[in-house]
């Protein structure tokens, strides 16, 4: 668990690394706080993943709500 | 703000479209839910998808220079549109991430032993690479990677016409008439509604003129090869098709040409690697020149590696088993995507039709 943790907090590092400085030696904010706004989620996901946390999976749910109301659902 | 200078001819927007079109479709079934009338469904679902079609050539027209998410912006105002476009990007996003888990699944089967994230990271890598260069080199990647398809499935389908069993498309129309709806909608749905992502790039192209003419060029081949498809999985596999996850992997394995030409399941994951990929790069590419555009940047370069590490643990949330994959792809897709990838640009139309006879009629008084 530790290697998958270092691992993620590497590669996001490695992202950072070559897009941020570039970023702010050309003044971009705009585009800074984008870049960390996409990122951000991103990364929080990511660690949770790493971490073995049990996220909800994204198909299976909206199958969930959706097929008691689905009017053609021919499972 | 022009942050695309790149410019695409017509007829590689016509490569485009094939590659767009049977990316998922070289691996899964077109219409399985129809079962031995998938090939029925597949008509009806491209015609469908043909009136689509003409709903974004209406608004390309009308937005000649526009993207979709500048379209919004000049329709519905500039905070409705934005979330308008929201709706957009997020599908936008889950379409990339749902194309990617698929990629890491197929290549999982062929390499059970290599764990998906190695797949996922691969692919993402060189989709990035390709983003970051803009629209030209994904044009171009597209003039040699789908004819080299269309190449291989012709083969593929040379090889395996002595196991055609034309008994296996029998009997006609032998299922309820929900499953057979369903099945067309699931083509409308899958490769022809996402084309609303063109949108994102009909202003690049080189002669406006032409963009209905090629795209409409290309619509007409994918079509005739999603048919193909169908065709071959029923006819070869009989209601085997129904029951295998690949069936175009489980087609490949019973080409057998004299114990000599056998095993040819590479040429499968080939064309995937092909299609997927030009498929991958042009939704990343919607993404991200679309999320540029809603928060107002200067560039979209900044934002494709943060967009494609977003894509990557998405992709990883989508589902714990393979099958809700294609649950989703026959079933649940249709219904949540048709709003957004027709009746939103429908609504679109509708407005900026009224906006304009309401400016002429000003103008005219």
Not at chain 2, 6 to 27: D, E, H, K, N
Not at chain 2, 43 to 68: D, N, S, V
Not at chain 2, 90 to 113: C, D, K, S
Not at chain 2, 166 to 178: E, K, R, T
């Amino acid at each position: 668990m530790l290697v998958n943790i270092l691992l993620t907090i590497g590669v996001f590092v490695g992202i950072c690394w070559y897009e941020i400085p570039s970023l702010i030696q050309e003044q971009h904010w705009r585009e800074l706080v984008a870049f960390i706004a996409i990122l951000l989620p991103a990364f929080v996901i990511a660690i949770l993943q790493a971490i073995k946390v049990d996220l909800p999976q994204l198909i299976p749910t909206i199958a969930h709500y959706l097929f008691p109301i689905l009017p053609f659902s021919t499972l | 703000m022009d942050l695309e200078r790149g410019r695409i001819s017509s007829s590689q927007l016509s490569y485009l479209t094939i590659g767009f079109m049977i990316a998922s479709a070289v691996i899964i079934f077109p219409g399985s839910g129809a079962e031995n009338n998938a090939w029925l469904a597949v008509i009806i679902g491209l015609l469908e998808g043909l009136a689509f079609l003409y709903i974004y050539f209406a608004l390309a027209k009308l937005f000649p220079q526009l993207t979709l998410v500048e379209i919004n912006d000049a329709v519905f105002g500039k905070y409705l549109g934005k979330l308008i476009s929201c709706f957009y990007l997020l599908l936008a996003l889950w379409i990339t991430a749902q194309l990617l888990r698929m990629f890491g699944e197929f290549f999982n089967i062929i390499m059970p032993e290599t764990p998906i994230q190695a797949f996922l990271i691969s692919l993402l890598f060189i989709t990035v690479w390709v983003v970051r260069n803009g629209l030209e080199p994904i044009a171009r990647c597209s003039q040699i990677l789908v004819p080299l398809t269309m190449v291989l499935i012709v083969l593929d389908f040379l090889l395996i016409l002595n196991k055609i069993d034309l008994s296996n498309l029998l009997p006609f129309m032998d299922i309820a008439f929900n499953q057979f709806f369903m099945a067309s909608q699931s083509i409308a749905a899958l490769p022809c509604g996402e084309m609303v992502f063109f949108l994102m790039f009909f202003h690049a192209v080189n002669n406006q003129a032409q963009i209905k003419p090629a795209i409409l060029r290309g619509y007409m081949i994918a079509g005739l090869i999603l048919l193909f498809l169908a065709f071959r999985a029923i006819t070869v596999l009989g209601p085997l098709a129904l029951i295998t996850t690949y069936p175009s992997l489980s087609v490949a394995r019973v080409i057998n040409i004299a114990d000599i030409i056998t095993r040819l399941d590479i040429i499968v994951a080939v064309n995937f690697l092909c299609v997927g990929f030009i498929k991958g790069i042009l939704m990343m590419y919607a993404l991200v020149l679309g999320t540029a555009q809603l928060v107002n940047l200067g560039s979209y370069r900044p934002l494709v590696l943060p967009l494609a590490a977003l894509i990557f643990v998405v992709s990883l949330l989508l589902y714990d088993s393979y099958i809700y994959d294609l649950i989703d792809a026959a079933l649940l897709f249709p219904v949540y995507s048709l709003p957004i990838t027709v009746l939103l640009p429908l609504l679109t139309l509708i407005l900026a039709r009224l906006k304009n006879s309401g400016k002429e009629t000003a103008n005219a008084g």
